[in-house]
């Protein structure tokens, strides 16, 4: 069983930077891959940024590419997402999720079968 807590979410304006954060249990988080995903209200959930086991293999979808970054701290259980230049268009719900099939195709949705409760992320015009 997998537990993932995200942090980190809040109200910003346009052009902002804001962080979030991921906290999971489990003594094998070392061995899962890791993503984030949004959605935003009247959208399907789509997959913004993704990092390997290793931490070596990273994917960010191409709306995102350039101004987020996903990061992790295995020996802390966490993972991050650094947003930088952020628009209105990247308001949504964003949700941290695990991947427990170590080695599964990281930018591939259906992999993930561990997710968190979501935290907001509101940007401002």
Do not use: H
């Not at 991050?80 to 427990?100: F, G, I, N, R, W």
């Amino acid at each position: 069983q997998v537990q993932l807590v995200e942090s980190g979410g809040g109200l910003v304006q346009a052009g902002d930077s804001l962080s979030l954060s991921c906290a999971a249990s489990g003594r094998t988080f070392s061995n899962y891959n890791m993503g984030w995903f949004r959605q935003a209200p009247g959208k399907e959930r789509e997959l913004v940024a993704a990092i390997s086991w290793s931490g070596v293999i990273t994917y960010a979808a191409d709306s995102v590419k350039g101004r987020f970054t996903i990061s992790r701290d295995s020996a802390k259980n966490m993972v991050y997402l650094q947003m930088d230049s952020l628009k209105p268009e990247d308001t949504a719900v964003y949700y941290c999720a695990a991947s427990t099939s170590r080695f599964a195709a990281i930018q591939v949705s259906q992999n993930y079968n561990y997710w968190g409760q979501g935290t907001q992320v509101t940007v401002s015009s």
